[in-house]
């Protein structure tokens, strides 16, 4: 039971950071000061007492971790941060402006922020994979917390984190759900319904405790009962006010993302009792424990291929993972219940305890990711390619969170057959070469994709793999080395008219092509194009000036964004890239055009007009035009 003293220097601390979290947006003209003013009682109570946090060494593997799911409340969160000690008020009036670390939503540019928030329904989801690698992996008894607003538990992420966290028995895990009541717009689905809140959670298996979350007495104890469960997750559903201590405020729609003029702040400063200056002693955590060993790392021997057997890449991926976890005791797996196809399932047999299924949730499955890196973890997650568009903005916030994951995607193109277009993943090339930093890979055999695969495990950003759902040639052998930013050119001669550019179940329709080509006289050069981003610059250049200007592009993928988009930024006027000087391009680009449906693969290339066929008479078509100086 909390002293008087307590309760009074929690409330003091409560009211200095709803006055910061006013104080830094009405100097930014901007930003989200009455939804970061209902949760000030919690956090004041969490960061007095319970949060275990070493500020001075944020990497320090017993930290408690805190993850704002509801990333606009972050005044709330800097506010905390200078009652820490570790940023001046100076530093907090910076709010929103430019060359600040206090962006408008959270980012890792500050040392103890640990994932970006900011889009709704990810932080409960990250935290399932932080609370996944503290559990299961380090072995440590650190908690993560969770602070979510509830307009944002309409989002399906969430209840995939409530289902993945009982089934998994993430006792680790603590949620706290800020019921405020009032929404962007107005109120919220739910209102102050907290009962329906708490029967949603306890159906998932969730402890529920339900509390007025501006009791501190209620929060002490509430905080205190969840670190007391020892088998499931729990979530604390504290029924606030938006705007509370504030009559102007409190509890009235129409504030949301709206700071307070300057007249108006001085009012509801001096309302709060005035400006304060507490500095508090975060506890740091108890334990000084070492995560425990995952394995001993073994030298890498990678999967090798005889040339002209066949063999899927997804294959080639599956056999590449097994020999990477020997390697590598970090590298753990997730994949989303098609672990038997993208043949995840090996690692899964031969490493259980690195590897976490996250059944048809994809959405989960990158944001749990997402988490396990934030522990150092080296994460690769597999489904079919298609299915990752539906986990897409997890990606787009991954990268602003500066996380390092490895997503593979496999039964991608037409090239998959009878399964027909809801499963053909036609534009996942583009969609993951316009993240930030990424990194996109689309290998042709398995020798190659076993050395991209052991490339992926130390690759910062966002890496996405594309893998084949049918058998193709082996081409390579395996002591073939593949850089990332490189290419292979396969055929080539001095007599060259054309060059086709390839990757994939492609390149080797290409090669069919080339060689019928060379049967009527006509030589062609051949690029495989296995690293679609970072795109190898300078061998196109030299090929296209080799073959004044012929190049031909042919993709499994929609004629938007993919392989074909890559090649043309080649020859882009921009700094990052090497000035082309050479012939004017004649580029022929082979993409789906059509909506494809059902058929066999060698039926739905050529339907596409991306099999050896159209690669030939688009060739055809540019050697017999006369070239324009």
């Given at each position: 039971?909390?002293?008087?003293?307590?309760?009074?220097?929690?409330?003091?601390?409560?009211?200095?950071?709803?006055?910061?979290?006013?104080?830094?947006?009405?100097?930014?003209?901007?930003?989200?000061?009455?939804?970061?003013?209902?949760?000030?009682?919690?956090?004041?109570?969490?960061l007095?007492?319970?949060?275990?946090?070493?500020?001075?060494?944020?990497?320090?593997?017993?930290?408690?971790?805190?993850?704002?799911?509801?990333?606009?409340?972050?005044?709330?969160?800097?506010?905390?941060?200078?009652?820490?000690?570790?940023?001046?008020?100076?530093?907090?009036?910076?709010?929103?402006?430019?060359?600040?670390?206090?962006?408008?939503?959270?980012?890792?540019?500050l040392?103890?922020?640990?994932?970006?928030?900011?889009?709704?329904?990810?932080?409960?989801?990250?935290?399932?994979?932080?609370?996944?690698?503290?559990?299961?992996?380090?072995?440590?008894?650190y908690?993560?917390?969770?602070l979510?607003?509830?307009?944002?538990?309409?989002?399906?992420?969430?209840?995939?984190?409530?289902?993945?966290?009982?089934h998994?028995?993430?006792?680790?895990?603590?949620?706290?759900?800020?019921?405020?009541?009032?929404?962007?717009?107005?109120?919220?689905?739910?209102?102050?319904?907290?009962?329906?809140?708490?029967?949603?959670?306890?159906?998932?298996?969730?402890?529920?405790?339900?509390?007025?979350?501006?009791?501190?007495?209620?929060?002490?104890q509430?905080?205190?009962?969840?670190?007391?469960?020892?088998?499931?997750?729990?979530?604390?559903?504290?029924?606030?006010?938006?705007?509370?201590?504030?009559?102007?405020?409190?509890?009235?729609?129409?504030?949301?993302?709206?700071?307070?003029?300057?007249?108006?702040e001085?009012?509801?400063?001096a309302?709060?009792?005035?400006?304060r200056?507490?500095?508090?002693?975060?506890?740091?955590?108890?334990?000084?424990?070492?995560?425990?060993?995952?394995?001993?790392?073994?030298?890498?021997?990678?999967p090798?291929?005889?040339?002209?057997?066949?063999?899927?890449?997804?294959?080639?991926?599956?056999?590449?993972?097994?020999?990477?976890?020997?390697?590598?005791?970090?590298?753990?797996?997730?994949?989303?219940?098609?672990?038997?196809?993208?043949?995840a399932?090996?690692?899964?047999?031969?490493?259980?305890?690195r590897?976490?299924?996250?059944?048809?949730?994809?959405?989960?499955?990158?944001?749990?990711?997402?988490?396990?890196?934030?522990?150092?973890?080296?994460p690769?997650?597999?489904?079919?390619?298609?299915?990752?568009?539906?986990?897409?903005?997890?990606?787009?916030?991954?990268?602003?969170?500066?996380?390092?994951?490895?997503?593979?995607?496999?039964?991608?193109?037409?090239?998959?057959?009878?399964?027909?277009?809801?499963?053909?993943?036609?534009?996942?090339?583009?969609?993951?070469?316009?993240?930030?930093?990424?990194?996109?890979?689309?290998?042709?055999?398995?020798?190659?994709?076993?050395?991209?695969?052991?490339q992926?495990s130390?690759?910062?950003?966002?890496?996405?793999?594309?893998?084949?759902r049918?058998?193709?040639?082996?081409?390579?052998?395996s002591d073939?080395?593949?850089?990332?930013?490189?290419?292979?050119?396969?055929?080539?001669?001095e007599?060259?008219?054309?060059?086709?550019?390839?990757?994939?179940?492609?390149?080797?329709?290409?090669?069919?092509?080339?060689?019928?080509?060379?049967?009527?006289?006509?030589?062609?050069?051949?690029?495989?194009?296995?690293?679609?981003?970072p795109?190898?610059?300078?061998?196109?250049?030299?090929?296209?000036?080799?073959?004044?200007?012929?190049?031909?592009?042919v993709?499994?993928?929609?004629?938007?964004?993919?392989?074909?988009a890559?090649v043309l930024?080649?020859?882009?006027?921009?700094?990052?890239?090497?000035?082309?000087?050479?012939?004017?391009?004649?580029?022929?680009?082979?993409?789906?055009?059509?909506?494809?449906?059902?058929?066999?693969?060698?039926?739905?290339?050529?339907?596409?007009?991306?099999?050896?066929d159209?690669?030939?008479?688009?060739?055809?078509?540019?050697?017999?035009?006369?070239?324009?100086?």
């Open positions: 039971m909390a002293t008087q003293e307590q309760l009074h220097q929690w409330h003091e601390l409560a009211q200095q950071l709803r006055i910061d979290s006013i104080r830094a947006t009405t100097v930014a003209g901007s930003g989200h000061p009455t939804s970061s003013m209902s949760p000030a009682d919690l956090m004041a109570v969490l007095s007492k319970y949060l275990r946090y070493d500020f001075d060494n944020p990497h320090n593997p017993n930290n408690d971790r805190f993850l704002l799911s509801k990333g606009h409340a972050a005044p709330l969160l800097y506010a905390m941060y200078k009652a820490a000690g570790v940023i001046t008020d100076e530093e907090l009036l910076s709010l929103r402006k430019i060359g600040s670390r206090l962006e408008g939503h959270p980012t890792p540019v040392p103890w922020v640990d994932v970006a928030t900011g889009s709704l329904g990810q932080g409960l989801p990250i935290g399932v994979g932080v609370a996944l690698a503290g559990k299961y992996l380090d072995q440590l008894p908690h993560v917390w969770v979510l607003g509830d307009s944002e538990t309409s989002e399906g992420s969430v209840w995939e984190a409530f289902d993945h966290a009982s998994y028995s993430l006792d680790n895990l603590i949620a706290i759900i800020d019921v405020n009541r009032l929404g962007q717009r107005g109120q919220t689905e739910l209102g102050w319904n907290t009962q329906a809140y708490s029967a949603r959670a306890r159906a998932f298996g969730w402890q529920a405790i339900e509390i007025e979350g501006h009791d501190l007495t209620e929060i002490d509430a905080f205190s009962a969840a670190l007391s469960i020892n088998d499931r997750p729990t979530v604390i559903i504290a029924r606030t006010k938006k705007g509370k201590g504030v009559a102007s405020l409190e509890d009235l729609g129409g504030w949301h993302g709206k700071a307070l003029q300057p007249n108006a001085k009012e509801a400063i309302e709060l009792g005035g400006e200056n507490i500095r508090i002693q975060v506890n740091k955590p108890e334990e000084q424990g070492q995560p425990a060993t995952t394995g001993n790392p073994q030298p890498l021997q990678l090798t291929y005889n040339k002209g057997a066949k063999v899927a890449t997804r294959r080639a991926y599956g056999d590449a993972l097994v020999a990477l976890g020997a390697a590598q005791p970090d590298v753990v797996v997730l994949d989303a219940e098609v672990s038997n196809s993208t043949y399932e090996d690692f899964a047999e031969a490493y259980p305890e590897y976490f299924e996250m059944y048809i949730a994809e959405q989960q499955m990158i944001a749990a990711a997402v988490g396990l890196q934030v522990r150092k973890y080296k690769f997650a597999s489904s079919f390619a298609a299915f990752l568009s539906r986990g897409y903005d997890f990606v787009r916030m991954a990268a602003i969170s500066r996380a390092n994951i490895k997503l593979v995607g496999s039964h991608a193109g037409v090239s998959i057959g009878q399964d027909g277009p809801s499963q053909m993943a036609l534009e996942d090339l583009a969609a993951f070469r316009a993240v930030w930093s990424s990194t996109v890979l689309y290998p042709s055999d398995a020798n190659q994709t076993a050395k991209l695969v052991a992926m130390d690759r910062n950003g966002v890496v996405y793999l594309r893998t084949t049918e058998s193709t040639p082996v081409i390579y052998g073939e080395e593949f850089s990332i930013g490189g290419s292979k050119v396969i055929r080539s001669s007599r060259d008219q054309a060059t086709v550019i390839a990757a994939g179940i492609t390149l080797h329709e290409a090669l069919k092509a080339c060689d019928r080509l060379k049967n009527e006289g006509i030589t062609v050069r051949v690029i495989d194009a296995y690293s679609v981003k795109i190898d610059v300078q061998t196109i250049h030299q090929a296209a000036r080799d073959t004044k200007g012929n190049l031909v592009v993709e499994d993928h929609w004629p938007e964004g993919g392989l074909g890559a930024d080649a020859f882009a006027d921009t700094s990052s890239i090497p000035t082309y000087n050479g012939p004017q391009l004649r580029l022929i680009k082979l993409a789906v055009l059509d909506m494809p449906g059902s058929g066999t693969p060698e039926e739905l290339l050529h339907a596409a007009k991306i099999d050896a159209a690669i030939v008479e688009a060739v055809k078509s540019q050697v017999r035009q006369p070239v324009r100086v």
